[in-house]
């Protein structure tokens, strides 16, 4: 039991600190990449983000491969957790709701798409909103699941 509480740990620092550093450095990069002038540099510094990018999907799957947290838990604690983990690249906190039996309802397939395309707005709305404001809505009926993602800036009020 020692042994799996000792990777459960080990899977939850990586995830929770040691993965957040790369991903913002990553971060930082695209955005000089994007104001790079000479081809040279900005091809440098593309190859280093595809590199760091390499880097986070061998750590996430040694995460996985551990243990996780998020393994075993539900999908609300797992989008939750996804969301707190990239406030740092938003620069604030994302507000997100449910409704509906969204753990009992949305099989792991299902999950592994939600927690991919949530990532991908966040990140995005991080990249290219300059939202002062974020909200990711996860709703379940017996037929469908709907997952909206808003973005608010000051003075208007954009979609992604």
């Known amino acids: 039991m020692a042994v799996y509480d000792d990777r459960d740990r080990m899977a939850r620092d990586l995830h929770d600190t040691v993965i957040q550093r790369?991903?913002?450095?990553?971060?930082?990069?695209?955005?000089?990449?994007?104001?790079?002038?000479?081809?040279?540099?900005?091809?440098?510094?593309?190859?280093?983000?595809?590199?760091?990018?390499?880097?986070?999907?061998?750590?996430?799957?040694t995460i996985y491969e551990l243990g996780s947290a998020e393994i075993g838990r539900g999908v609300r604690d797992s989008l939750l957790s996804l969301v707190r983990e990239l406030t740092s690249v938003v620069g604030f906190e994302v507000r997100v709701t449910f409704d509906g039996a969204v753990d009992a309802m949305v099989s792991d397939q299902l999950a592994e798409?939600?927690?991919?395309?949530?990532?991908?707005?966040?990140?995005?709305?991080?990249?290219?909103?300059?939202?002062?404001?974020?909200?990711?809505?996860?709703?379940?009926?017996?037929?469908?699941?709907?997952?909206?993602?808003?973005?608010?800036?000051?003075?208007?009020?954009?979609?992604?």
């Open 22 to 61: 790369p991903f913002a450095v990553g971060l930082s990069l695209q955005t000089t990449a994007g104001t790079a002038r000479e081809p040279g540099i900005r091809d440098r510094l593309e190859t280093a983000i595809s590199e760091l990018d390499d880097t986070i999907r061998q750590v996430r799957s």
């Open 113 to 160: 798409h939600l927690l991919a395309v949530v990532r991908e707005a966040v990140t995005n709305i991080g990249r290219h909103a300059q939202a002062t404001e974020a909200s990711v809505f996860v709703g379940v009926t017996d037929r469908q699941c709907r997952l909206p993602v808003t973005t608010m800036a000051v003075g208007s009020m954009l979609l992604t």
